[in-house]
């Protein structure tokens, strides 16, 4: 039944997501600080900068916000992966199969995920950006303050809107690059491919290495949307906790981060593009390549377990 379906596929999403994230939430919380240039790590490497969480924050620091990340990824990564699912169905069905309709498939379904779950996404950045200060307490508690001092529901979708920008090459790049190597592993690389129940599916060593490659492609082209919405979810916390929030047109005029593409511009002037708009892309290839592999080998495992492997 197409109910059941639908059920395993939100099912193997949401378990694909949380171990990946659970696999690079260290990296993940390091590419947020070095990103936002937290004042406490400034002047650091990423090597340094790793070894400095343990020296001020512990064990602990590594998995600040991981909380958030958890309450979000597994809607984030089920709705994903089940949407992908459906969206194949609409566009895979349209004339011949090639490149835009693979890429409209991972986009579209990058873009649901995102919209149903950005508000725990930007709760997860304030916590995890973090370090002594307690100005929020815990996922509940940074919500409320969020829409209590900042201007209501719709501050929690601050930074959306590039947000769902940078989703449209990600999730495309992603899902089009996974497909089209594994693809091409099933046809060419007969060491990859193994039999399951007569049907050729990847080896996990095979899914591992496709999952990899569409991960350090889709970062390549979508990071500096990432880092402009990264600053924007940051910029209300900075003001909060100067208790000057922009109420005023004067203020909002004068903010650097009033819109996506301010913000873009200001990055741009004041750090340039590999400082600024590509900081901190060599952390996250190191964090995404074992973050991909993991979610698309866990998803593919998934669907073999609930028996929903073969293609509809």
């Excluded at 390549?220 to 910029?235: E, H």
């Excluded at 819109?259 to 511009?265: I, K």
């Excluded at 892309?281 to 973050?291: C, G, M």
Aim: hydrophobic share 40%; net charge positive; glycine share 8%.
């Amino acid at each position: 039944m197409e109910s059941t379906f639908v059920a395993k596929s939100l099912l193997a999403g949401g378990l694909a997501g949380c171990c990946a994230k659970s696999t690079s939430a260290p990296l993940d919380r390091l590419k947020i600080l070095f990103q936002l240039k937290h004042q406490n790590y400034a002047g650091l490497n990423p090597w340094k900068g790793f070894f400095a969480i343990f020296a001020k924050e512990g064990i602990a620091g590594y998995y600040k916000g991981n909380g958030a990340m958890m309450a979000r990824i597994f809607p984030y990564a089920a709705l994903q992966y089940m949407s992908y699912e459906q969206y194949k169905k609409i566009f895979w069905n349209i004339r011949q199969i090639g490149p835009l309709n693979k890429i409209a498939t991972g986009s579209c379904a990058g873009i649901t995920a995102v919209t149903f779950t950005y508000p725990l996404d930007m709760v997860r950045a304030r916590l995890a950006f973090q370090v002594h200060d307690k100005y929020y307490q815990g996922i509940f508690h940074a919500l409320r303050r969020i829409v209590t001092e900042e201007g209501g529901f719709f501050a929690l979708y601050r930074g959306f809107f590039p947000s769902v920008l940078g989703m449209i090459p990600y999730g495309g790049t992603a899902f089009y690059t996974y497909e089209t190597m594994k693809e091409f592993a099933l046809n060419r690389a007969p060491w990859l491919v193994r039999d399951v129940d007569g049907l050729p599916m990847l080896t996990t060593v095979g899914t591992f290495m496709c999952g990899a490659i569409s991960g350090l492609t889709a970062q390549t082209v979508a990071y500096p949307l990432d880092v402009v919405r990264r600053r924007m979810q940051l910029a209300g916390f900075q003001n909060a906790k100067l208790q000057t929030p922009c109420t005023s047109s004067l203020q909002r005029a004068s903010d650097p981060y009033r819109s996506w593409l301010h913000t873009l511009n200001h990055v741009y002037r004041s750090d340039g593009v590999r400082r600024g708009l590509y900081r901190g892309l060599s952390l996250n290839f190191v964090r995404v390549a074992p973050h991909n592999a993991v979610s698309f080998a866990v998803y593919e495992q998934a669907k073999s377990w609930l028996g929903i492997a073969k293609p509809r």
